[in-house]
């Protein structure tokens, strides 16, 4: 097994932008398991399936082969054959992964690859339910918090960065009831595993959140 990091934590903790300059720094690679799941939801929205679909979701993920390549250092998540890196980052597809990553044949149709590309090399991963469910064996988890008014600002910024309008109280509003769903699901819900370290990102720039998580992650390393 390769020297695995995984970083769980909530919605809009920054687990994505950070993880990806640490394993840059490190050199390891970066699986955005998340974008695997915004991936499948890409697939359902585009065929129709609603959220509250459940055996329907079951039967038409298994339609949908994701995969990812690594071009220029650069994670690209494939759908069909597709390059979707341009089109699941929308709040509609974000809601959507999160009703149908509760579903267990979701789950189980990513878990492999998931596992496979951390045992032959090194990597940060970031999610959910890493080091609690599909890296238990880690040996370094990071549990990546922020309050959710700065989750919420956070997310805002982005958006209106990209000349997107949006409403701040709307934003937060959906992030508090992703919380909830994450944390509530019957299947690997979100929680801070027994032996990972709480970083809380609330009042730190991503650039101290990024020296502390190396610091975390070589801390282990020389164990």
Do not use: H
């Amino acid at each position: 097994m390769g020297m695995n990091v995984a970083i769980d934590g909530p919605a809009g903790a920054g687990k994505s932008t950070i993880a990806k300059e640490v394993a840059k720094e490190l050199g390891y690679i970066y699986v955005d398991t998340g974008a695997m799941y915004r991936a499948i939801a890409l697939y359902l929205i585009r065929n129709g399936v609603k959220a509250e679909e459940n055996e329907l979701i079951s039967e038409k993920c298994k339609e949908a082969d994701v995969t990812i390549e690594y071009v220029d250092g650069k994670q690209v998540v494939f759908l069909n054959g597709e390059d979707v890196n341009g089109f699941i980052r929308t709040e509609e597809v974000g809601s959507m992964a999160s009703s149908s990553s509760t579903n267990q044949d979701v789950r189980k149709r990513l878990l492999g690859l998931q596992r496979e590309l951390a045992e032959k090399n090194d990597v940060i991963m970031d999610g959910r339910d890493i080091g609690t469910n599909i890296l238990p064996n880690a040996q370094a988890k990071i549990y990546l918090t922020a309050s959710i008014e700065v989750r919420a600002k956070r997310r805002y910024d982005e958006l209106v960065a990209k000349g997107m309008e949006c409403d701040y109280e709307e934003i937060k509003k959906e992030i508090a009831i992703r919380d909830e769903r994450d944390m509530n699901r019957e299947i690997a819900p979100l929680r801070q595993a027994k032996d990972a370290v709480l970083l809380d990102s609330s009042e730190l720039s991503v650039e101290e959140v990024k020296e502390r998580m190396i610091q975390i992650i070589k801390s282990k390393i020389e164990k």
